[in-house]
């Protein structure tokens, strides 16, 4: 089984432009995404997917590889599309968030184990939520999970809802996860989840992944008890640096 990564980024971010050309710590948020990939051994290529010349001349000044894709996608996921559809040896396809500089190659590699089960079709991780902080944060999507290890559904309230208890007891009452936003797809599936329309619940929750469940598609859920990292914001880049230096 071949497997490609893909690091789709983007220039112009709304809350935090240029985000993936920002230094952290003598390098940028894009290499070190990249440079953390590149130690996951299952992956045969990473590749970066960007609609911007700096962004693409940066990775190839750093020895990294990066393509150009069209500036009108709507998602990550779109853009992985547009280069998967390029390489059409590979069998499943991995979107890596490029606002984690420090993701783990073990949370790769977790995503890759899912495809050794010929039904998955698409793959994500999750995590348990330990704080209330965590679990009522609308930024910060939940995952509703059945007994296949699959997603049932994913929302930006805490779901279930714990009749009978107050809210600040839910943790002690029920297991609940976080989405991490790292994907695995089936190469054949993300063409398809791609030319479907934007469904009622993905606008809802503003939750693209709500459309392949809605389009009855499956996402096979792995579990990870590492933290993630993620910068959205200018605000969450001088957290991570405090979180660093602290941690030094």
Same mark, same amino acid.
């Given at each position: 089984?071949?497997? @490609?990564?893909?690091?789709?980024?983007? =220039? !112009?971010?709304?809350?935090?432009?240029? /985000?993936? @050309?920002?230094?952290?710590?003598?390098?940028?948020?894009?290499?070190?995404?990249? %440079?953390?990939?590149?130690?996951?051994?299952?992956?045969?290529?990473?590749?970066?997917?960007?609609?911007?010349?700096?962004?693409?001349?940066? #990775?190839?000044?750093?020895?990294?590889?990066?393509?150009?894709?069209?500036?009108?996608?709507?998602?990550?996921?779109?853009?992985?599309?547009?280069?998967?559809?390029?390489?059409?040896? =590979?069998? $499943?396809?991995?979107?890596?968030?490029?606002?984690?500089?420090?993701?783990?190659? &073990?949370?790769?590699?977790? @995503? #890759?184990?899912?495809?050794?089960?010929?039904?998955?079709?698409?793959? *994500?991780?999750?995590?348990?939520?330990?704080?209330?902080? +965590?679990?009522?944060?609308?930024?910060?999507? /939940? $995952? $509703?999970?059945?007994?296949?290890? &699959?997603? #049932?559904?994913?929302?930006?309230?805490?779901?279930?809802?714990?009749?009978?208890?107050?809210? +600040?007891?839910?943790?002690?009452?029920?297991? =609940?996860?976080?989405?991490?936003?790292?994907?695995?797809?089936?190469?054949?599936?993300?063409?398809?989840?791609?030319?479907?329309?934007?469904?009622?619940? %993905?606008? !809802?929750?503003?939750? &693209?992944?709500?459309?392949?469940? %809605?389009?009855?598609?499956?996402?096979?859920? !792995?579990?990870?008890?590492?933290? *993630?990292?993620? #910068?959205?914001?200018?605000?969450? @880049? +001088?957290?991570?640096?405090?979180?660093?230096?602290?941690?030094?």
């Amino acid at each position: 089984m071949k497997i @490609l990564g893909i690091i789709p980024a983007r =220039y !112009a971010s709304t809350r935090f432009p240029g /985000k993936p @050309l920002v230094d952290i710590l003598g390098k940028s948020m894009i290499r070190r995404v990249y %440079e953390q990939s590149k130690k996951c051994a299952h992956l045969s290529e990473v590749i970066v997917a960007t609609d911007d010349e700096r962004i693409y001349k940066h #990775v190839h000044d750093f020895g990294g590889s990066a393509v150009i894709t069209s500036p009108d996608h709507a998602s990550g996921t779109d853009r992985c599309a547009e280069v998967a559809v390029k390489h059409p040896q =590979y069998d $499943v396809v991995i979107n890596i968030q490029g606002d984690e500089p420090y993701i783990d190659p &073990e949370q790769i590699s977790k @995503l #890759v184990f899912c495809f050794n089960d010929a039904a998955t079709q698409i793959a *994500t991780l999750v995590k348990k939520i330990r704080s209330a902080e +965590e679990l009522f944060n609308v930024n910060s999507p /939940k $995952v $509703v999970i059945n007994n296949l290890s &699959e997603a #049932v559904y994913f929302s930006r309230s805490p779901l279930p809802h714990i009749r009978g208890q107050a809210p +600040e007891n839910w943790l002690q009452q029920f297991t =609940y996860f976080k989405h991490i936003g790292i994907y695995g797809y089936r190469a054949d599936v993300l063409q398809q989840i791609t030319k479907l329309p934007i469904s009622s619940l %993905e606008k !809802a929750e503003s939750l &693209e992944q709500l459309r392949w469940i %809605e389009n009855g598609y499956t996402i096979k859920i !792995a579990e990870t008890e590492l933290e *993630t990292f993620a #910068v959205d914001t200018p605000e969450d @880049l +001088e957290k991570l640096k405090l979180h660093i230096s602290l941690a030094k």
